[in-house]
């Protein structure tokens, strides 16, 4: 049977707490690095914890990056959390450039240093929902909370697909949307109520 949601396993990311945040939800989601389990989900979840140069690299080698942007172009819904949304961008600058899977144009970048601000930015910050209409967020509040573990996020260079922002200190794309494609540098199975829903909205889609 083919799997609801495919949480894509390249050996790097948290990925038993977000399929325990699914389920929680009811929703079954089957961990995989197969990529034909991925090809055949009805949905698809990248998650990721890690280095960029090392994450982009196994996706390539095990060919789950042909999968995922293979799906994603035939319309399958995906979600892309923390390491896995800024995977999705031309180039990240962690360590070095390294090139990414360059389905949005845009790049990864650093957060610029400033007198008192800890990087990582490691926490809880508020989200100003850029786009309130985004599947993702159906039934929030208005500005709601999530946690964050990240020291980069993004620059798309089309400034429609984003979201959602955060501050810190000054305002940063925190999620992404476009058609059946969305992505989340905060962690939603980190993020108690506000995040399950959203994980939520994700598996009814």
Same mark, same amino acid.
């Given at each position: 049977?083919?799997?609801?949601?495919?949480?894509?396993?390249?050996?790097?990311?948290?990925?038993? @707490? %977000?399929?325990?945040?699914?389920? @929680?939800?009811?929703?079954?989601?089957?961990?995989?690095?197969?990529?034909?389990?991925?090809?055949?989900?009805?949905?698809?979840?990248?998650?990721?914890?890690?280095?960029?140069?090392?994450?982009?690299?196994?996706?390539?080698?095990?060919?789950?990056?042909?999968?995922?942007?293979?799906?994603?172009?035939?319309?399958?819904?995906? /979600?892309?959390?923390? /390491?896995?949304?800024?995977?999705?961008?031309?180039?990240?600058?962690?360590?070095?450039?390294?090139?990414?899977?360059?389905?949005?144009?845009?790049? %990864?970048?650093?957060?610029?240093?400033?007198?008192?601000?800890?990087?990582?930015?490691?926490?809880?910050?508020?989200?100003? /929902?850029?786009?309130?209409?985004?599947?993702?967020?159906?039934?929030?509040? &208005?500005?709601?909370? %999530?946690?964050?573990?990240?020291?980069?996020? &993004?620059?798309?260079?089309?400034?429609?697909?984003?979201?959602?922002?955060?501050?810190?200190?000054?305002?940063?794309?925190?999620?992404?949307?476009?058609?059946? %494609?969305?992505?989340?540098?905060?962690?939603?199975?980190? @993020?108690?109520?506000?995040?399950?829903?959203?994980?939520?909205?994700?598996?009814?889609?």
């Amino acid at each position: 049977m083919k799997p609801a949601i495919a949480i894509v396993d390249y050996g790097m990311a948290n990925l038993r @707490s %977000v399929q325990k945040a699914f389920e @929680s939800r009811g929703a079954t989601a089957e961990i995989t690095a197969d990529p034909n389990r991925v090809a055949e989900a009805d949905k698809i979840v990248l998650p990721g914890v890690g280095a960029f140069q090392d994450a982009i690299a196994r996706l390539r080698e095990t060919r789950l990056s042909e999968v995922i942007l293979d799906r994603i172009r035939a319309g399958r819904p995906f /979600l892309g959390i923390c /390491l896995g949304l800024q995977m999705l961008f031309t180039r990240s600058h962690e360590d070095g450039e390294h090139a990414g899977l360059d389905y949005f144009a845009g790049e %990864v970048v650093r957060f610029r240093s400033s007198p008192g601000l800890k990087i990582p930015q490691m926490g809880w910050n508020t989200l100003t /929902l850029t786009k309130p209409d985004c599947p993702l967020f159906r039934e929030l509040p &208005p500005q709601p909370s %999530v946690y964050f573990v990240h020291s980069y996020y &993004p620059q798309p260079t089309d400034a429609g697909i984003v979201a959602a922002t955060a501050d810190y200190p000054d305002a940063f794309p925190c999620a992404v949307w476009q058609d059946n %494609v969305m992505a989340t540098q905060f962690h939603p199975e980190k @993020s108690q109520a506000i995040g399950l829903r959203m994980l939520k909205n994700f598996a009814e889609l």
